[in-house]
């Protein structure tokens, strides 16, 4: 007779089952199953398309259920349709694991525990990637991955890449996906975060193979081109939409406001020089003429420069509206330092054509820069002297 799995009853429970998507991978595929089939029978395998003996493997594991279909469609399409799949199936949770055997079925326990306890929360096993045979690209592109999901979502993880995770089937079963290769696994991370699910980290082993022994589908300049072109529709979608959205939301809502300042300047994780670095950099970013991709580029260097984004985005809206007549006005007469003849009278002429503004584009873009540099250094000066002065206040009333 055989046992019944150690965690069987829990994965009934809760309503979890191990998802695991495979492409010709029958010479590991056997050894995987039947270490995750020592922790849970609630296992589904999706055989996407695979041409070698993987359905030979499958027959001999009749207790799993199988979806498998022609031609193979990537590992996104994989677990898109996995997920439908396990819905259907009554499930609220999927694990996935690898069918490569990189991933050890003992770290199940831990996903299975955060399912019975956090309802709306993605659990990605975080690798050690700095292991023996882990591959240098897995690294380089992991940490590429990771700077753009922080870039996209605000936040910072060790391993956006792994493939361990724990979904929860219940609160995406609305989501609609865009990619069916690798990339999908960036798209469903950043986009469950935009809808306000949890991602989270846990520690978990990994089992890399020597180089002559590992079988990988990845194909380097495909898939990393793919995931460059995602990359740019999210972040162009974050900085235009999520970003602020999330900003008004935050400022709107009830005690919003004295909450956003009392975080973005009271918080004792920052330093006064990064909250005043924040500000002027903001501040420079609004005039600067680069109108239509300040934000963007100001998100951007904030991320990489790792100032507070938000008080960039506060200081950058120096430029809205009613402020752009005013700018406009002061780089034209900042601009009167690199030129012989003044052309601040342009912007006031009932005659303005687009001859007239190019003849003196050169006044304009060089005001601008001036009044952008010298605009913020005056505000990160008093930024940084006015939280001086406010935090000591503070100290010195608490102390007493």
């Known amino acids: 007779m055989t046992p019944t799995p150690t965690y069987d009853a829990v994965c009934g429970t809760h309503k979890i089952c191990v998802l695991i998507p495979t492409y010709n991978n029958a010479a590991t595929l056997g050894q995987v199953l039947h270490d995750v089939l020592s922790y849970t029978s609630h296992v589904i395998v999706v055989n996407d398309g695979a041409t070698d003996h993987t359905a030979d493997v499958l027959a001999q594991f009749p207790q799993i259920k199988v979806l498998a279909y022609q031609p193979n469609g990537g590992k996104g399409t994989a677990l898109r349709r996995g997920f439908d799949f396990a819905r259907k199936q009554g499930y609220d949770f999927a694990v996935t694991i690898d069918a490569d055997g990189q991933h050890f079925a003992s770290d199940l326990p831990v996903f299975f525990e955060r399912a019975s306890t956090e309802r709306e929360t993605i659990l990605i096993g975080a690798r050690n990637l700095q292991q023996e045979n882990m591959p240098g690209k897995n690294t380089f592109a992991n940490k590429f991955s990771n700077f753009w999901f922080y870039v996209e979502t605000g936040l910072k993880g060790p391993d956006t890449q792994s493939g361990y995770r724990l979904y929860p089937l219940h609160a995406m079963k609305d989501m609609r996906f865009a990619c069916s290769k690798y990339e999908f696994e960036i798209e469903v991370l950043v986009r469950s975060s935009w809808r306000g699910i949890r991602v989270d980290w846990a520690p978990v082993k990994v ?120 700018i406009i006005y002061g780089s034209f007469q900042a601009g009167r330092l690199y030129v012989s003849e003044d052309a601040t009278w342009v912007i006031f002429s009932k005659e303005l054509t687009l001859e007239s503004i190019q003849r003196n584009v050169f006044q304009y873009v060089t005001g601008a820069v001036t009044l952008a540099v010298a605009a913020g250094l005056v505000a990160w000066g008093l930024t940084y002297v006015l939280m001086s002065a406010w935090r000591k206040k503070r100290i010195k009333t608490t102390l007493s």
């Open 207 to 326: 089992y890399y193979p020597p180089a002559e022994e590992r079988v990988s589908h990845f194909r380097p300049f495909r898939d990393f081109s793919r995931i460059s072109v995602l990359n740019t529709v999210l972040v162009t979608i974050a900085f235009l939409y999520i970003h602020p959205r999330n900003f008004f939301r935050v400022l709107f809502s009830k005690g919003g406001l004295k909450r956003l300042l009392r975080d973005l300047l009271l918080a004792p994780g920052e330093s006064n020089a990064v909250k005043a670095a924040s500000i002027g950099f903001g501040v420079f970013m609004g005039i600067v003429p680069v109108w239509g991709f300040q934000m963007l580029i100001a998100l951007a260097l904030a991320a990489l420069w790792r100032l507070n984004k938000t008080l960039v985005i506060i200081a950058a809206n120096i430029s809205i509206p009613p402020m752009i007549p005013l």
